[in-house]
């Protein structure tokens, strides 16, 4: 069966990738036409005016071709009895296209507005509440309304009961937005999350899981094709349409495997990236001092005098690094 699910697998992956590409090669052009480009605030750091104009939502390319290689992989997946519990791989799927659907909403609003800042904060996250519960009550109903959670590293479970909720929407609401701090620099938050999903596809095997499976493989592929454009220098960035997607679909992933606090070692990056914007604000308003020299924390590495190039691989090192401990945890 696991010889199957390659196959499954290597298709998820190829396809994906020659869609992206395919749709960013036409897609740019368009984004262009239209002046759909990046604002960059002045607060910002002054190198990234350079990068005002690049075009931005292309994280609309990878939306694409995860639904429509996700959808035609899944739909014969499930047609031969592959796939266990379609109701949870749906409330997945709805749930990262809900979260598309707020990055969609935003990038517009900045677009309409000709600055980088869109929706209210309070808006965003209110409206990510509310996709965020809906989630946690239909992983729950997909498991017969059971809150157990399963300890990693541990081996144990443990039912929270109502907890389970709070965890559950805390930790949807939490990843999304760390994924998005986490898109700052060129090629960053697509080249983690590429590592990331690389371990839920390798988790997917070892717990013969063909919608992890799938689901994680087409993600690999999106941003390998996504690479291709967005890596220094940037000819696309991928938006909050694409960074919400995605902060989407890392969670999922993870809710997949009834393992939710494998997101803590394995997107540790994320994880980091939001501390480190939590520690600077709450330092700053309580002594009007900073911690790091701007934050998110890739932010204070350029500043030390690091390129994007080599944030990004010392970024991808340490994913790759907290995954392998991650391994240990399924």
């Known amino acids: 069966m696991k010889q199957e699910m ?45 990068k005002e104009g690049t075009p931005t939502m292309g994280g609309l390319a990878f939306i694409v071709a995860f639904l429509v290689v996700f959808g035609a992989l899944i739909l014969f997946a499930a047609f031969h009895d592959r796939i266990e519990n379609i109701f949870k ?83 949807s609401v939490g990843f999304v937005n760390a994924v998005n701090l986490t898109d700052g620099i060129d090629g960053l938050a697509s080249s983690v999350t590429f590592f990331v999903s690389c371990f839920f596809v390798l988790a997917g095997v070892l717990a013969v899981n063909y919608g992890e499976v799938i689901f994680a493989a087409v993600i690999v592929g999106g941003m390998m094709g996504f690479l291709v454009y967005n890596f220094n220098p940037a000819r696309v960035f991928m938006g909050d349409t694409g960074s919400l997607f995605l902060g989407g679909a890392v969670v999922s ?54 390129s994007e190039r080599k944030i990004v691989g010392v970024f991808s090192l340490v994913t790759v690094l907290f995954c392998v401990l991650a391994y240990f945890g399924l």
């Open 6 to 50: 390659i196959i499954y697998l290597v298709l998820a992956v190829a396809a994906s990738f020659i869609l992206t590409v395919a749709i960013l090669r036409w897609l740019i052009p368009k984004l262009k036409s239209v002046k759909l480009g990046q604002k960059i605030l002045d607060i910002g750091p002054r190198w990234h005016k350079s």
């Open 253 to 306: 992933m993870a809710y997949m495997l009834d393992n939710p606090l494998i997101l803590l070692p394995a997107g540790f990056i994320y994880l980091l990236e939001a501390v480190s914007d939590i520690i600077q604000v709450g330092v700053y308003k309580l002594t009007k001092k900073r911690v790091f020299r701007m934050a998110p924390i890739h932010h204070h590495f350029e500043r030390c005098g690091w």
């Open 89 to 171: 791989l749906a409330a997945c799927v709805v749930f990262v296209l809900l979260n598309a659907v707020i990055g969609i909403i935003d990038d517009y609003t900045k677009f309409f507005k000709k600055q980088n800042q869109g929706l209210k904060a309070s808006t965003k996250f209110l409206l990510q509440m509310l996709v965020a519960v809906a989630f946690a009550w239909a992983i729950a109903a997909s498991n017969d309304y059971a809150t157990v959670l399963y300890l990693p590293f541990f081996g144990r479970e443990i039912d929270l009961g109502w907890g389970w909720y709070v965890l559950t929407v805390f930790l």
